[in-house]
């Protein structure tokens, strides 16, 4: 494999030991994506599930009170986890986006799919219906492959005419999940995960999810950005991007830019 590129944003999301207390650092960051929302509170829970004391030291200014708003704060103080995240007053902002939550039921899935329905079916109908069943699809089966906790998190940038959205875990990571499907690498599992029906299920029905909605999302000039382990790859309409990262993500997580225009 030939030498890539650091990923300086999934470097940053890794935890690190510090004097034994695993910890998140986002205070470097100059933006805050539901990835990086997911990540944190998915390594957290497996911290503490495995008993380990965890923290998180959240961005600054305005990126701090974007991800209080977006609810880390408040997950993060139902695990016991240290942090410096301000209290928000919570509001009802369903309709642009979907703060925090585990994926712990169907309904975590559907109501994910349904905003991404929303916004995107005064564009284009039958992408909306496709999308829908595809991200329904990708955060519904994320507890199967995880064997593991999974979260999402969504917001929509009105400026950008795009939506965001992200689902992961702190779980198997794709190469352990793939194993059986020859992945030897992180790489080798992202690029098998993005075929159709690559599962690690025996299943024909099984494994297409993230592989059309990689292609409605290209399709319409958004991206996707998949990361496991220590590998990496955006993947644009026309080019893929693979990078490395130094430090080793202990799961798997999926963000999507779907162009809203």
């Not at 034994?20 to 911290?47: C, E, K, N, Y």
């Not at 909306?128 to 595809?134: E, F, T």
């Not at 699809?137 to 965001?164: C, K, Y």
Request: with cysteine; glycine share 8%; proline share 5%.
């Amino acid at each position: 494999m030939p030498a890539r590129a650091t990923d300086a944003a999934l470097a940053a999301l890794c935890a690190v030991d510090r004097d034994g207390i695993l910890t998140v650092d986002l205070s470097s960051l100059s933006w805050v994506p539901p990835s990086a929302i997911v990540a944190t509170i998915a390594q957290a829970a497996r911290a503490r599930a495995a008993g380990r004391d965890f923290a998180v030291r959240g961005p600054r200014g305005e990126l701090s009170s974007y991800a209080a708003r977006m609810r880390l704060g408040r997950l993060l103080d139902a695990l016991d986890v240290r942090h410096d995240l301000p209290s928000r007053r919570e509001r009802d902002q369903s309709e642009h986006l979907i703060e925090l939550r585990e994926i712990d039921s169907g309904t975590a899935a559907d109501r994910l799919a349904a905003l991404v329905y929303r916004k995107t079916r005064p564009i284009d109908a039958a992408l909306a219906k496709a999308l829908h069943q595809s991200v329904g699809e990708i955060a519904d089966n994320v507890p199967d492959h995880a064997a593991s906790v999974g979260f999402m998190a969504a917001q929509t940038l009105p400026r950008r005419r795009q939506l965001w959205l992200a689902v992961g875990d702190a779980g198997l990571g794709m190469q352990a999940t793939l194993a059986a499907r020859g992945a030897r690498t992180d790489e080798e599992a992202i690029v098998l995960a993005t075929r159709d029906h690559v599962s690690r299920f025996d299943d024909p029905d099984r494994g297409v999810g993230l592989s059309t909605a990689l292609r409605l999302v290209n399709g319409r000039g958004g991206s996707v950005y998949i990361a496991s382990g220590t590998a990496s790859v955006r993947h644009f309409p026309r080019t893929r991007r693979f990078l490395a990262s130094p430090l080793t993500y202990p799961g798997t997580l999926v963000e999507a830019r779907i162009a809203l225009q």
